[in-house]
């Protein structure tokens, strides 16, 4: 057969093993209970057929999501023994954290050591980051507190897998808990926040220190940031398995319901991003007087590229073309938009807050609100500098719910959904660094409003 046919047939296939499903379940047609489990798994022997080719990590994640839920649904004896599975992901996803988030944090606050010199452009910048993605925080909370995606799901089979929860703390037990008293010791026990105080810190001191060995550290963490965000890539090649066994495990303890909770996460995703840029970015840009048409014209090409490659680094070259034709001066852009890659990741941060709450909910644990609060600006402190790689914002996600005792499998539940979600997200992040370099360029009274560049539309 021709592999051109091959994807055909194996959606063909999908089609029908739904409809046979569906049929069946309603006592529509008579059939043998194991017809539909043949038809089903004939698919998705077909399905496998169709991506083994390709070498998209995401499609193969897509497949290994079906065959775990197949399996948790037929077999859930079996799928009860695959835990390990993504407890082994797991593990391995908790040794990335504290280094990756020390070396992205000390690389993107004392890389930028040169905002002394360029005084008060910078710090312009770094206060219209901060303001707009906390606003992205509140509207995320706000909306999965409305939805409550994650409110729903049966506890039974799993309430002995959840952490124990924390002892009652007086706000001096919080604040104490914040600083590290051994950085070995918080690397160990996984405590982001006390990593994220240890490198704030140390990037500072770097900035401060003298010429010569700052150099040297400073291209010793960007080595490190480099080769972690390369261990990163390795070990999502083992995301298949971990998902795989982590939704066998989830569809035979609990059946379908975590499922039809993670297409409402899905939906309040995309809701809170649209929320987000009517209710922010579109009034920003009027108050900075930005010329909306050529504005939307101008990044429509960067905001494509981000959603279908889930990189922000893919649509950078051209998202600063972008900007400099609608007259927004090169300094700035060269300045603002890589700047913004670490300090105004705004779709990310929405995420987060809807994710790391949507965890919290499906396992039954209630955060008041100033619980929530700490726990999103956690992962908005860490998740600086993870723009460029797909599905790193899973990686902080994971390592934090575990330092706040709230477990792990929810996040297995959206793992299945989150190439969806990363394509709306990075697009969020590209739009709202482009209109950050136009904003601070209006703030600097260096905005050409009657600038016409050449039309980046055009073919080549």
Request: aromatic share 8%; proline share 6%; glycine share 6%.
């Amino acid at each position: 057969m021709p592999k051109s046919r091959l994807p055909l047939l194996a959606l063909l296939f999908l089609v029908l093993a739904s409809l046979v499903t569906v049929l069946a379940a309603n006592n529509m047609v008579a059939l043998p209970p194991a017809v539909p489990v043949a038809v089903r798994w004939l698919a998705l022997l077909l399905v496998g057929a169709a991506v083994a080719p390709r070498r998209s990590l995401t499609l193969w994640i897509v497949v290994s999501m079906l065959v775990g839920i197949e399996l948790g649904h037929d077999a859930p004896g079996v799928a009860m023994n695959l835990k390990v599975l993504s407890d082994a992901f797991l593990r391995l996803v908790k040794t990335i954290i504290a280094p990756l988030v020390f070396a992205t944090l000390v690389v993107g606050i004392a890389g930028h050591a040169n905002l002394k010199q360029v005084g008060r452009m910078g710090l312009k910048a770094l206060i219209y980051f901060e303001v707009v993605t906390t606003f992205a925080l509140f509207i995320g909370l706000a909306a999965i507190n409305l939805t409550k995606a994650g409110v729903g799901i049966s506890q039974a089979g799993v309430k002995e897998e959840a952490l124990a929860a924390a002892p009652p703390q007086t706000a001096a037990d919080i604040i104490l808990h914040i600083f590290p008293e051994n950085i070995a010791k918080s690397v160990a026990e996984g405590q982001v926040l006390q990593v994220v105080i240890f490198a704030i810190l140390f990037a500072i001191g770097l900035a401060l220190t003298p010429e010569r060995p700052r150099r040297v550290m400073l291209e010793f963490c960007e080595s490190l940031s480099e080769v972690m965000f390369k261990f990163t890539n390795v070990v999502m090649y083992f995301a298949p398995l971990g998902v795989g066994g982590a939704l066998a495990y989830t569809v035979g303890k609990m059946g379908f319901a975590p499922l039809l909770n993670a297409l409402q996460l899905l939906l309040t995703l995309y809701g809170a991003l649209i929320a987000f840029a009517v209710l922010v970015l579109l009034p920003v840009a009027l108050l900075a007087r930005i010329p909306l048409r050529r504005f939307i014209a101008a990044v429509a090409e960067p905001v494509s590229i981000a959603f279908a490659t889930t990189s922000s680094e893919a649509a950078l070259p051209r998202a600063m073309e972008a900007m400099e034709s609608i007259g927004v001066p090169r300094r700035i852009v060269a300045f603002v938009m890589p700047t913004g890659y670490s300090f105004n990741l705004d779709g990310t941060t929405l995420y987060l807050s809807l994710a790391a709450v949507f965890v919290a909910q499906a396992a039954g644990v209630p955060l008041t609100f100033g619980q929530q609060l700490l726990m999103v600006f956690t992962l908005m402190l860490t998740s600086k500098g993870v723009a460029g790689v797909p599905r790193a914002s899973l990686v902080i996600l994971l390592a934090t719910v575990a330092s706040f005792n709230l477990p792990a499998w929810p996040v297995f539940i959206i793992l299945g959904i989150d190439a969806l979600m990363d394509m709306a997200r990075t697009a969020v992040n590209v739009l709202g660094n482009c209109l950050a370099s136009a904003v601070v360029a209006r703030w600097e009274g260096e905005f050409v409003d009657d600038y016409h560049g050449p039309d980046l539309t055009a073919v080549q």
